[in-house]
């Protein structure tokens, strides 16, 4: 009996041995790292093949809203200028890559791990973006935010409008180039609103010009902040917040245009767009 216990605990000892490499690979394979607490690496960083592969995934899945160089476009922020929003080690910006950031537009991704990998490597091989130096003074770009009328319809660290984006982070998340040309074109590449992470059935939200005419004839003009099949949402240009049954009115028209005034040089100097300029850079959130 004794022997015979004493090669059934062998057996199961070795049998242990076999299974649990086994087990151990799956659970690499399905994430970065056994303990999240601690730090990963980036095993293709500057491996020419891997920023091959990197660049090709990129631009088939993340250029539509980084651009097809990463920096920045119209729903995300330039990737190449060293701002990392939720973190700039390999390993946070594998689990924004794989996870998601919830609350906003970047969705989780279902790449491989090297896939992943790949697509930080090439990001990685970017040399910085060649900043554009804003001379401008901050403190008179704050006033001048506020004496051009952009905090009637922009919010900054919870105080002004809602009519346009939120701008306590856009230093973070927008180039000085992207900034200048919304000022003086807004109209080229209009903004992408927060979706509500919830709502599934919700129609994509863009800060542009929708105008519902009413059962009476009458035309109300403002921005869409919810629309779905059945209702939308609108906030006029007086900030008031109407909530209509489509089935109600006449028709909903929306317009490839943005309801922000194009500043003009006339408008603002050039001298002043760099104040400006200087002041919205500097804001990049907590």
Known sequence: MEQRAARLAQGVLICALIVAPLFGLQARAATPQDATDKPITNPPTRNPAAIKEGNSLFRANCSPCH?????????????????????????????????????????????????????????????????????GDRGKGEKLFSSAGCAVCHMVKGRGGVLGPDLSRVGASRSTAYLAESIREPDKDLSDGMLDPNNHYGLPLIYDTVTVVLPNGNELTGVAKNEDTFTIQLIDAGQQLHLFQKRDLKSVRHEHKSMMPAYSEQTIRPAELQDLLSYLEGLRGE
Do not use: C, K
């Open 67 to 135: 651009g097809l160089s990463a920096h920045g476009g119209g729903r995300g922020p330039d990737l190449t200028s060293g701002r990392w929003a939720h973190g700039s080690s390999d390993s946070d910006i594998f689990h924004t890559i794989a996870e998601g950031v919830a609350g906003t537009q970047m969705p989780a991704n279902s790449f491989q791990d090297s896939e992943t990998w790949a697509i930080i490597a090439y990001l990685r091989s970017l040399a910085p973006a060649a900043r554009t130096e804003v001379s």
